[in-house]
C-alpha cells in the first residue's frame, strides 16, 4: 500500500524547495600560526595546564583548590546544573518514543423502575445491580521517514556538551578565583608587614629624634614632623590588618569554609615566582578553551535546530495500536469482550506552511548568531591568551628592575640613617631616604603579587584549569 498519495508527494517537493531556503555557511576559525609575545627563559618546568596551580610549588595553594572543587557552593551548583542539563536531554527525545498510557475504569450501576413497567430483557434490563470494567491501552507511535529525530537528537547533544562544558568552565574559573585570592591576600599580609616595619622604623626615628630635641641637638619641630609619619605608619597598619581579615574570609568562603575561624586560615607573608608557561599555539585554544568549545556546541545545537525546521515541511506518519478488555455483567447476563485496533494517520502540513517558514528564517538567523558568537569566541580567546603572555612577560621585567631599586634604596636608607645618628646628615635627608626605599618596597612587592596573579590570568587564558581527556568529543554534538 502506497502511503504517499500525489498530493503528498507534491507537498514533499514543495518542502524540499522551502527548505533549501535556509542555509549554512563555513564558520572562520582561523588564527595566527604562533602569538605576537615575547618570549621568556624558563624559570622552572612548565606545569601541565589542567592542574597549572600545582606549578607554583605552593602545598597550601593546592590544598585551597582541591578543598573548593570538592566543597565550594559554587562547584556544588555547576554539578547540580550539569544533572539537571542531563535530566533535560534524556527529556528532549522522549516525544519520539511511543506515547500512550493504560487506562481503565470501574462502573457500578443500582438501577431501580419506579414508574412503568421494568424491561427484563437479559443484557438490556432496566432493572437492578450492573458492573462494567474496562481497560484499554492505546499508542501513538511517529515514523520517522525524514529523520526528524537525528535532528532532535543532534540540538539535545549539542546542549548538553555545552553543560558540561559550562561546568568545567566554572570549575576552571574557581580555581583562577581561589589562587588569585590567595595571592591578593599574601600581597596584603606582605604589605602590613612592610608598615609594621615602617611603624617600628618610624617609632625609632621618633625616639631618636626627640632625645636630640631634648638634648638641643635638634629642633622640636623635627619630632612632631616625624610624630606626624608615625601617625600615619599606625593607620596604615590598621587599614592593611582590616583588608587581609577580609580576603581571608572571602577564601575560606571560596573554599566552602565561610564560617571557620581565621585562623584555620594562616596566611604566609612571602610571594614566589611566577612558574613559567608552557609553549602553547594559538590553534590549542579551539580544544582547551571551554567557553571557545561551548560556543562550537551552540552552533552544532542551533544547526541541528535549523534542520528540525526544515524538516517541519514534511508529512508526519502515526501509527496508532492498541488493544482493549471490557467485562459487562448484569442481572441474567454477563460478556466479557477482547479488542484490538491499528490506525494510521498523515499530516500534511499546507496551510501551516507561512508559519513554518517564519519559524525556519528565524532560526536561520538564529544560527548564524551563534555561528557568529563562535567566531568571536575564537578570536576573544586569541586575544584574551596573547595580551596576558604580553603582560606576564612586562610584570616578570618590572618585577627584576624592582628588586635591583629596592636593594640600592635600602642601602641608601640604611647609610643616610647612620648618618644622621653621627650627625652627619639632616633629617629631610634621612626621611626622604627611608620614604624612597619604602615606596619601592611597596612597588616590588604589588609588582610580584601582579605577576602572580597574572600567571593565574594567563594560565585561565590559555585554557587552563580543566581535564580536557573529558571534554565532549564532536560525536556527542552531533
Known amino acids: 500500500m502506497r502511503l504517499v498519495t500525489p498530493a503528498v508527494g507534491s507537498v514533499t517537493g ?4 522551502l527548505s533549501a531556503c535556509a542555509s549554512t555557511r563555513d564558520v572562520d576559525t582561523r588564527l595566527p600560526a604562533a602569538y605576537e609575545a615575547p618570549s621568556s627563559p624558563a624559570i622552572a618546568a612548565a606545569p601541565s595546564l589542567e592542574t597549572w596551580w600545582t606549578g607554583f610549588d605552593d602545598p597550601q595553594l593546592t590544598a585551597l583548590i582541591t578543598e573548593a572543587l570538592a566543597a565550594s557552593p559554587d562547584a556544588r551548583s555547576a554539578a547540580a546544573k550539569l544533572r539537571e542539563a542531563r535530566a533535560t536531554r534524556a527529556g528532549a527525545l522522549t516525544s519520539f518514543l511511543p506515547q500512550g498510557n493504560p ?3 470501574i462502573t457500578e450501576t443500582d438501577s431501580k423502575v419506579i414508574d412503568g413497567a421494568a424491561l427484563n430483557i437479559p443484557g438490556l434490563s432496566s432493572n437492578g445491580d450492573s458492573r462494567t470494567e474496562t481497560a484499554n491501552f492505546d499508542v501513538s507511535w511517529e515514523i520517522d521517514l525524514f529523520g526528524r529525530i537525528f535532528a532532535a537528537r543532534r540540538a539535545a547533544n549539542a546542549e548538553m556538551a555545552a553543560a558540561r562544558l559550562d561546568y568545567e568552565a566554572a570549575r576552571a574559573s574557581l580555581a583562577a578565583a581561589v ?11 606582605i604589605q602590613l608587614d612592610d608598615a609594621r616595619a615602617t611603624e617600628r622604623i618610624q617609632a625609632e626615628l621618633f625616639r631618636i629624634v626627640d632625645i ?6 635638634a629642633a622640636s619641630a623635627d619630632a612632631d614632623r616625624v610624630a606626624g609619619d608615625l601617625a600615619q605608619a599606625r593607620s596604615q597598619v590598621a587599614g592593611l590588618e582590616a583588608e587581609l581579615q577580609a580576603a581571608r574570609r572571602n577564601l575560606l568562603i571560596l573554599t566552602g569554609r565561610g564560617i571557620e575561624p581565621l585562623a584555620a586560615l594562616p596566611i604566609d607573608a612571602e610571594v614566589g615566582v611566577a612558574p613559567q608557561v608552557p ?9 582547551r578553551r571551554p567557553d571557545v568549545r561551548r560556543a562550537e556546541a551552540m552552533l552544532a545545537s542551533a544547526l541541528g535546530r535549523l534542520d528540525y525546521a526544515k524538516l517541519a515541511f514534511f508529512p508526519t506518519f502515526k501509527l496508532a495500536p ?32 507561512p508559519r513554518l517558514l517564519s519559524e525556519m528564517k528565524a532560526q536561520d538567523a538564529r544560527s548564524e548568531q551563534a555561528a557568529i558568537a563562535y567566531e568571536k569566541a575564537v578570536q576573544t580567546a586569541f586575544g584574551e591568551a596573547e595580551n596576558s603572555l604580553v603582560q606576564l612577560e612586562a610584570d616578570r621585567r618590572r618585577v627584576d628592575l624592582l628588586t635591583d631599586g629596592e636593594i640600592r634604596a635600602r642601602r641608601a636608607y640604611e647609610a643616610s640613617r647612620k648618618g644622621y645618628v653621627a650627625g652627619f646628615i639632616d633629617l629631610q635627608a634621612t626621611l626622604d631616604n627611608e620614604r624612597a626605599w619604602r615606596t619601592v618596597r611597596t612597588l616590588k612587592t604589588a609588582a610580584q603579587v601582579q605577576a602572580l596573579r597574572r600567571a593565574v590570568q594567563t594560565y585561565k587564558a590559555l585554557g587552563g584549569g580543566w581535564p580536557l581527556e573529558t571534554a565532549p568529543t564532536n560525536k556527542e554534538a552531533r
Open 279 to 287: 609553549d602553547v599555539l594559538p590553534g590549542e585554544l579551539l580544544a
Open 14 to 17: 514543495l518542502a524540499l524547495m
Open 179 to 189: 589562587a588569585d585570592g590567595y595571592f591578593q591576600a599574601r600581597g596584603l599580609a
Open 322 to 353: 492498541g488493544v482493549g478488555l471490557q467485562t459487562n455483567d448484569q442481572p441474567g447476563y454477563s460478556a466479557t469482550t477482547q479488542s484490538w485496533s491499528i490506525g494510521a494517520n498523515v499530516v500534511v502540513p499546507v496551510l501551516d506552511i
Open 212 to 217: 636630640r630635641a631634648q638634648r638641643g641637638l
Open 103 to 105: 487506562r481503565g475504569s
